[in-house]
């Protein structure tokens, strides 16, 4: 009876263990640049999404002086997102560094601002020979205070026939509103998107480029 148990508690722990561990595979990078406002002359710093278009897995690392300051990944299946602030020197063995930072967890929520503040929010969607220009407005609600300011948003978006789908998650992030607030875009990346603010753009990100790769990492 003992032995019975050991091994049901054996196996037990090992089928956690299976489900706990991860694997993330990416078959898609893209990476922008970043710039304050139009008058900026170098990036501040780099953005580089690594991409699972099947799933809508996505992997954010952002590089500032050649070293990662941060990493995020977002599980959009399971609603779970990986977090690390650990720094490292970018190097040819980015796999393995990726997996063995430390990780902090947490569910996220797939927000969707269509429904709940669709009063205070305007989409324009035109359609171009070359891609797609969209325009987000937002506008404070006085009598009960939303979250974020007035903003009006510019986003441009080009024919890219190698992906299945530009993940919403990548947009979101791109654009400074997470998750979801934006649907996939079929077979298109972003070139550009940008804030106006006061005839200025702000938090501009500017394609860099667009690589096609085979990168996993076991978490």
Do not use: W
């Amino acid at each position: 009876m003992k032995v019975f148990q050991l091994l049901f508690l054996f196996f037990s722990l090992l089928s956690i263990q299976n489900l706990c561990a991860q694997k993330f595979t990416f078959s898609t990078q893209m990476q922008y640049s970043i710039f304050d406002d139009e008058f900026s002359t170098t990036a501040s710093e780099k953005i580089v999404f690594l991409c699972n278009n099947d799933n809508n897995t996505m992997m954010r690392i952002i590089i500032k002086n050649d070293t990662v300051q941060n990493v995020g990944l977002y599980d959009y299946k399971r609603m779970i997102a990986y977090q690390s602030s650990q720094k490292f020197a970018i190097n040819s063995d980015l796999a393995t560094n990726l997996s063995n930072i430390t990780y902090s967890s947490h569910k996220f929520v797939d927000y969707n601002y269509y429904n709940k503040y669709k009063r205070y929010i305007t989409i324009t969607t035109n359609k171009t020979e070359k891609g797609t220009d969209i325009n987000v407005k937002k506008v404070e609600n006085h009598r009960r205070k939303l979250k974020g300011a007035d903003y009006d948003l510019h986003i441009k978006t080009a024919v890219y026939p190698e992906f299945t789908n530009t993940q919403g998650l990548v947009i979101s992030d791109i654009c400074g509103k997470r998750f979801s607030h934006f649907k996939p875009i079929n077979k298109e990346v972003i070139l550009e998107s940008y804030f106006l603010v006061n005839d200025i753009k702000t938090k501009i990100h500017i394609l860099d480029k667009i690589e096609a790769i085979n990168f996993e990492i076991n978490l």
